[in-house]
C-alpha cells in the first residue's frame, strides 16, 4: 500500500513544473477583514478601556505630585514600614475627601466609614473630636474614667447607634475591635495634673502602652495628642518639631512633660520594633467650649474669673507669651493628621503670640472693660515663651488654623456664662 502512494507522489512531482504563487496585491480590506473576525475588535476595545481606567486611577501619580510640591520628605521606606497598595490608595481618597469634602471621588471610592476609638473623649478636646467624627459618618467608641472629663460633653450622643461610652481607665489593658485610636486621655492642666502626679505619668506611659498593645493587636492606626510642653521652657522660638527641647525632668511639671515625651518614645519604638501605623500631634495651647472652669488655664482661668467679676490674675509680670489656638482649628489638624501619610511629630498650634497682659486685655474687651488685674507670684518651671512653627503642617497636612482669638473667645464665654450662671450642675 505504502510503495503505491510514494509512487504516485513521485509521478506527480515529475510530472508537473514548479511554479511559485504570485505576489498578493495590497489591499484594505484584508486587515479590515481580519480584524472583524473572530471578535477581535472587541477585545482591543475591552484592553483600551481597561487600560485608560489604569492611568486615570494609578494612585502613584497623585503620590509623587503630593510629594514634588511639598518640598518636604518623610520617607516612611527608610523605617522599614511599607503598607499594600490597596490601603495606600484607600488612605488617599480618605485624606483627598478630608481636605476637600465637598470634592467628587470616583463611583466606588467613597470612603468607608471607620470604627474609632477616642481615649480621653468625655474631655474638652476629645468631646469636639467625637462630634467631627461622628458627623463624617464614622462609629465612636469613647474611653474615659472621667477625672476631668464630664458625661455631659458628649450625652447629645446617647442613644445614637453610632456612639459608645465606656468608663474605663486606659492605665488598665482592654481589647476592642477598631479602625483607628485617637489617644487623647491624660490630664492637660497643669492644676489637675499636679494633684496627681503618679496617676499622671502612669496614664501616659501604662495608658500609652495599653493602647499602642491594642493597635498593635487589631492592626489600628495610632494617634498620640502630645504637647508643647515637651519643648520645655524652650531656647529654640519659636519652637520646631525638630527641637528637643529644654525639660526639667525633676520638677513639678515633669509627671507631664516627660510623660508626654516617653510616650512619644514610646509610640515611636512601636512603629520602628512592631510595624504599628503611628501618627503624633504636639499641641499648643487651646481654648474653646467645653474646656473645664477653674482648670487653671489661663484662657479659662481669665473668662471665668471675668464673667464672676473678679480680678484676672496675672502670674509673674504678664510678659510671657503664649498662642491660642481655636479647638475647632486643633480637631481639623488632628482628622487631616490621622488620614494623611505622614507619622509626625506636627505641631498643632496657632502662631500668633500674645503676652499674658495682652490675652488679660482682649477678655476684657469681650466680658468687661472695668475688670481688673491682680499680679501674683510665677509658679514654677513657667516656660516664658510658648509660639509654635507650624510650617511643617502646612505643607505637608496642608493646615493652618483659621479662627483668631477674637472670633473665637465669643464661642467660648457664651458657654462659660451659660454653665456658670445658667446650668451650675453642669460644671
Ligand atoms: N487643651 C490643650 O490646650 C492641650 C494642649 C496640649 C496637649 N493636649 C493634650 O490633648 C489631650 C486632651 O486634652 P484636653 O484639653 O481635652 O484635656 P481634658 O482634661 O479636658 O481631657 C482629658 C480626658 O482624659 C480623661 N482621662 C484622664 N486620665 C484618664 C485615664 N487614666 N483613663 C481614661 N481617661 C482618662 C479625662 O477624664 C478627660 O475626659 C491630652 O492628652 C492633653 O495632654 C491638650
Same mark, same amino acid.
Given at each position: 500500500?505504502?510503495?503505491?502512494?510514494?509512487?504516485?507522489?513521485?509521478?506527480? @512531482?515529475?510530472?508537473?513544473?514548479?511554479?511559485?504563487?504570485?505576489?498578493?496585491?495590497?489591499?484594505?480590506?484584508?486587515?479590515?477583514?481580519?480584524?472583524?473576525?473572530?471578535?477581535?475588535?472587541?477585545?482591543?476595545?475591552?484592553?483600551?478601556?481597561?487600560?485608560?481606567?489604569?492611568?486615570?486611577?494609578?494612585?502613584?501619580?497623585?503620590?509623587?505630585?503630593?510629594?514634588?510640591?511639598?518640598?518636604?520628605?518623610?520617607?516612611?521606606?527608610?523605617?522599614?514600614? !511599607?503598607?499594600?497598595?490597596?490601603?495606600?490608595?484607600?488612605? !488617599?481618597?480618605?485624606?483627598?475627601?478630608?481636605?476637600?469634602?465637598?470634592?467628587?471621588?470616583?463611583?466606588?471610592?467613597?470612603?468607608?466609614?471607620?470604627?474609632?476609638?477616642?481615649?480621653?473623649?468625655?474631655?474638652?478636646?476629645?468631646?469636639?473630636?467625637?462630634?467631627?467624627?461622628?458627623?463624617?459618618?464614622?462609629?465612636?467608641?469613647?474611653?474615659?474614667?472621667? +477625672?476631668?472629663?464630664?458625661?455631659?460633653?458628649?450625652?447629645?450622643?446617647?442613644? %445614637?447607634?453610632?456612639?459608645?461610652?465606656?468608663?474605663?481607665?486606659?492605665?488598665?489593658?482592654?481589647?476592642?475591635?477598631?479602625?483607628?485610636?485617637?489617644?487623647?486621655?491624660?490630664?492637660?492642666?497643669?492644676?489637675?495634673?499636679?494633684?496627681?502626679?503618679?496617676?499622671?505619668? *502612669?496614664? %501616659?506611659?501604662?495608658?500609652?502602652? %495599653?493602647?499602642?498593645?491594642?493597635?498593635? !493587636?487589631?492592626?489600628? #492606626?495610632?494617634?498620640?495628642?502630645?504637647?508643647?510642653?515637651?519643648?520645655?521652657?524652650?531656647?529654640?522660638?519659636?519652637?520646631?518639631?525638630?527641637?528637643?527641647?529644654?525639660?526639667?525632668?525633676?520638677?513639678?511639671?515633669?509627671?507631664?512633660?516627660?510623660?508626654?515625651?516617653?510616650?512619644?518614645?514610646?509610640?515611636?519604638?512601636?512603629?520602628?520594633?512592631?510595624?504599628?501605623?503611628? !501618627?503624633?500631634?504636639?499641641? +499648643?495651647?487651646?481654648?474653646?467650649?467645653?474646656?473645664?472652669?477653674?482648670?487653671? #488655664?489661663?484662657?479659662?482661668?481669665?473668662?471665668?474669673?471675668?464673667?464672676?467679676?473678679?480680678?484676672?490674675?496675672?502670674?509673674?509680670?504678664?510678659?510671657?507669651?503664649?498662642? @491660642?489656638?481655636?479647638?475647632?482649628?486643633?480637631?481639623?489638624?488632628?482628622?487631616?493628621?490621622?488620614?494623611?501619610?505622614?507619622?509626625?511629630?506636627?505641631?498643632?498650634?496657632?502662631?500668633?503670640?500674645?503676652?499674658?497682659?495682652?490675652?488679660?486685655?482682649?477678655? *476684657?474687651?469681650?466680658?468687661?472693660?472695668?475688670?481688673?488685674?491682680?499680679?501674683?507670684?510665677?509658679?514654677?518651671?513657667?516656660?516664658?515663651?510658648?509660639?509654635?512653627?507650624?510650617?511643617?503642617?502646612?505643607?505637608?497636612?496642608?493646615?493652618?488654623?483659621?479662627?483668631?482669638?477674637?472670633?473665637?473667645?465669643?464661642?467660648?464665654?457664651?458657654? @462659660?456664662?451659660?454653665?456658670?450662671?445658667?446650668?451650675?450642675?453642669?460644671?
Amino acid at each position: 500500500m505504502k510503495q503505491n502512494s510514494y509512487r504516485r507522489l513521485e509521478g506527480i @512531482f515529475q510530472d508537473e513544473e514548479y511554479a511559485p504563487k504570485g505576489a498578493k496585491r495590497w489591499s484594505w480590506g484584508r486587515p479590515v477583514r481580519y480584524i472583524m473576525r473572530e471578535q477581535r475588535i472587541l477585545f482591543i476595545l475591552v484592553g483600551m478601556v481597561l487600560a485608560t481606567t489604569f492611568f486615570v486611577l494609578q494612585p502613584s501619580l497623585l503620590l509623587s505630585q503630593d510629594n514634588d510640591t511639598m518640598g518636604y520628605t518623610e520617607n516612611l521606606s527608610t523605617i522599614g514600614h !511599607r503598607r499594600p497598595f490597596t490601603r495606600n490608595f484607600r488612605d !488617599r481618597m480618605n485624606h483627598m475627601e478630608v481636605l476637600n469634602p465637598g470634592a467628587k471621588l470616583p463611583l466606588g471610592l467613597r470612603r468607608s466609614p471607620h470604627r474609632i476609638l477616642v481615649t480621653g473623649g468625655a474631655g474638652f478636646v476629645g468631646s469636639h473630636l467625637v462630634d467631627k467624627l461622628i458627623e463624617r459618618g464614622d462609629s465612636v467608641i469613647v474611653l474615659d474614667n472621667f +477625672f476631668t472629663g464630664r458625661k455631659s460633653n458628649v450625652k447629645h450622643h446617647l442613644g %445614637n447607634p453610632q456612639f459608645e461610652l465606656i468608663r474605663h481607665d486606659v492605665v488598665e489593658p482592654i481589647l476592642l475591635e477598631v479602625d483607628q485610636i485617637y489617644h487623647l486621655a491624660c490630664p492637660a492642666s497643669p492644676v489637675h495634673y499636679k494633684h496627681t502626679p503618679v496617676k499622671t505619668i *502612669k496614664t %501616659n506611659v501604662m495608658g500609652t502602652l %495599653n493602647m499602642l498593645g491594642l493597635a498593635k !493587636r487589631v492592626g489600628a #492606626r495610632f494617634l498620640l495628642t502630645s504637647t508643647s510642653e515637651v519643648y520645655g521652657d524652650p531656647f529654640e522660638h519659636p519652637q520646631r518639631e525638630t527641637y528637643w527641647g529644654h525639660v526639667n525632668p525633676i520638677g513639678v511639671r515633669s509627671c507631664y512633660d516627660e510623660g508626654k515625651r516617653t510616650a512619644e518614645t514610646l509610640t515611636m519604638d512601636y512603629h520602628r520594633g512592631a510595624n504599628v501605623e503611628v !501618627r503624633i500631634a504636639r499641641i +499648643f495651647n487651646t481654648y474653646g467650649p467645653r474646656m473645664c472652669i477653674d482648670d487653671g #488655664r489661663v484662657v479659662s482661668n481669665f473668662v471665668a474669673q471675668a464673667l464672676r467679676r473678679q480680678p484676672l490674675t496675672v502670674y509673674g509680670d504678664g510678659k510671657q507669651t503664649r498662642s @491660642f489656638q481655636y479647638v475647632s482649628d486643633l480637631v481639623e489638624g488632628l482628622v487631616q493628621l490621622m488620614e494623611s501619610e505622614h507619622i509626625g511629630p506636627f505641631n498643632l498650634g496657632n502662631p500668633s503670640e500674645f503676652t499674658m497682659l495682652e490675652l488679660a486685655n482682649v477678655v *476684657k474687651e469681650v466680658i468687661d472693660p472695668q475688670a481688673k488685674i491682680e499680679f501674683k507670684e510665677n509658679t514654677a518651671d513657667d516656660p516664658h515663651k510658648r509660639k509654635p512653627d507650624i510650617t511643617k503642617a502646612k505643607n505637608l497636612l496642608h493646615w493652618e488654623p483659621k479662627i483668631t482669638l477674637e472670633k473665637g473667645l465669643p464661642l467660648m464665654v457664651e458657654d @462659660f456664662r451659660q454653665r456658670i450662671f445658667e446650668d451650675p450642675m453642669g460644671l
